[in-house]
Structure formats: C-alpha cells, structure tokens
C-alpha cells in the first residue's frame, strides 16, 4: 500500500493561467474523490469517479473545473481561467467501496499571483 | 441544508489529560460518521469510522461515542501526548450521498508536556 500520490505539491501561477493536478490513488480503489480546502475549514466535496464514471459534482465545481480518471487509474483535475479565489489546498482520497474510510493525498496547494 | 459544527476552534490541555472533542450535527440523521487526524501541510488521515447502529468505538488510546438523540459525536483521546497535537475533523455523509463526506471545521488540539 503505497497511498495516495498527489502531483505536484505546489503550484503557483498567474490569474487566468490554466492549471492541472494528478491523483494516483491506492491501486485497488474503485472510488476517487476530489476535496478542495481552504484555511481554517474543513474539506469541501468536489466531485468523485466510481472507476472511470465521474457519478457526482457539487455546485462548487464551476463550468472552468473538469476532473477525469481515464480506464479507472489516477485521474487529473484542471483548472482553466484561473481566479484568486481558486486558492486553496486540492485533496484527492480515494476508497475501496462507499461507505468506507477514505485515504488522503496530501494534496496541492495552488497559489494564484 | 446539512451543518456540522465542532465545539471549539481550539482546545488546550497538559499531557495525560483526556481531549475530549465534540461534533454537533443538524437537520438529518448519517448513516455513519468518520474522525480524521489533520497536521498542517498534510492531507487528512483517517482514525475513526463509527455507524448509527453503534454506540461506542475504540482504538488504542482513541474513543468515538455517536449519539443519534443529541445528533452528536464526541472523540476522546485518553493519556494524551504532546504527539497527539493536530487538528481533528469530524466528517459525516450528507442526504443522499454515494460516499462522499461534509466536513466540519476542525478543533486543533494542544497538548502541553
């Protein structure tokens, strides 16, 4: 079990840059799930794949965020357009079945110049 | 729409004390709810998953009770130690949910030597 891989650990950019993170979850999850976290609160739901099937979004995931997880492996999440408030902590988890704890990367913080 | 609420931004106490962290919810009843371990920099690690069916659940030095009446969890750390330092977030699983968790803000835990 070598956990779940988030690449890269930081990211600074420009307003209005695209941007785009990796998640390598544990090898035998079904489930991969997006958080974003901001300062001071906790993780806030993104989306989650079930295999290669992207089955939910929150309204947070605006139409600039798409999220993918080609033949069910690691899934990458990108952000076009980037704004100041797209500053935050990206936190991939991903687990066995629902229902189930949930395994933590420790994430990418993206910073927006 | 579903709340979480965790008594105290922050909570101090001496080593060998029991830490004694609360989570409140409202407007519905999970299914289950989870404890995660958070140190700065780091992605969220789980320690604790306790179901409505159950009343009480151990760990080491860790206890989770879920109060479905009250609507509240509470985690106890007895012996603390100063290594058990962090912060702690109660998660839960909103209406509707395929496994994905609302998180509540944290409690960040001091323990003194």
């Known amino acids: 079990d070598t956990g779940v891989s988030q690449n890269p650990r930081h990211k600074i950019t420009k307003r209005g840059q695209n941007v785009t993170f990796r998640c390598d979850p544990i090898?035998?999850?079904?489930?991969l799930y997006w958080y974003r976290q901001t300062l001071g609160q906790g993780p806030e739901f993104l989306t989650y794949?079930?295999?290669?099937?992207?089955?939910?979004k929150s309204r947070l995931l605006s139409d600039r965020f798409s999220a993918e997880r080609p033949k069910g492996s690691f899934s990458t999440l990108e952000i076009q357009r980037t704004e100041q408030g797209d500053s935050a902590m990206y936190l991939c988890?991903?687990?066995?079945?629902?229902?189930?704890?949930?395994?933590f990367g420790d994430g990418t913080r993206l910073s927006i110049l | 729409s579903q709340k979480i609420e965790q008594n105290s931004e922050a909570l101090n106490i001496q080593e060998g004390k029991t830490a004694t962290l609360t989570c409140n919810y409202t407007?519905?009843?999970?299914?289950?709810l989870q404890w995660y371990r958070q140190d700065p920099g780091r992605g969220p690690v789980f320690l604790l998953l306790i179901r409505e069916n159950e009343k009480e659940k151990r760990k080491e030095r860790l206890k989770v009770t879920f109060d479905t009446t009250l609507k509240q969890s509470l985690f106890h750390i007895t012996a603390s130690q100063p290594a058990d330092s962090a912060t702690y977030l109660c998660a839960l699983d909103p209406p509707g949910s395929q496994g994905n968790l609302i998180f509540g803000k944290g409690t960040k835990l001091s323990v003194k030597p």
């Open positions: 988890a991903s687990s066995l079945y629902s229902n189930q704890p949930q395994h």
């Open positions: 794949f079930q295999n290669e099937a992207q089955l939910e």
């Open positions: 407007n519905y009843s999970p299914a289950y």
């Open positions: 090898s035998e999850h079904n489930r």
